[in-house]
């Protein structure tokens, strides 16, 4: 396994842009940086959010403020609250995220979860 080094960094995410990515209702907004093997985020969903897609990648999630609902395509269904976190490997599960309040995530997803 290739390990990826990383210096000492600090983050100011209040000079990341947000991109928006429009769920099957609701909308998304991604703060994104991108480093090699490694992706950081912190994406807030909007009220009545509902992602477009059934993900098999696999992710860090931890949730900051807010409550989210992380539905497994099995039917299994996890409600997330500030201070939790669910971890999952590449194609582990299909999994989508849906909010009726809003919420505030970090999502760190990369090459160590393949």
């Known amino acids: 396994m ?25 909308v998304a907004y991604w703060q994104t940086l991108q480093m090699q093997g490694i992706r950081l985020r912190i994406v807030e969903y909007s009220k009545g959010y509902l ?9 860090i999630v931890y949730c900051i403020e807010g409550e989210f609902t ?12 500030p201070g939790m976190t669910y971890i999952v490997s590449d194609e582990m599960s299909s999994h989508r995220s849906t909010t009726e309040t809003g919420v505030k995530v970090l999502i760190i997803d990369g090459d160590f979860l393949k």
């Open 70 to 81: 992380s539905e497994l395509k099995d039917g299994r269904k996890f409600v997330m609250t």
């Open 51 to 59: 992602a477009d897609h059934w993900c098999q990648k696999g992710h």
């Open 2 to 26: 290739k390990k990826n080094k990383i210096d000492f960094r600090v983050i100011d995410w209040n000079s990341i842009l947000p991109q928006e990515y429009p769920g099957t209702k609701g």
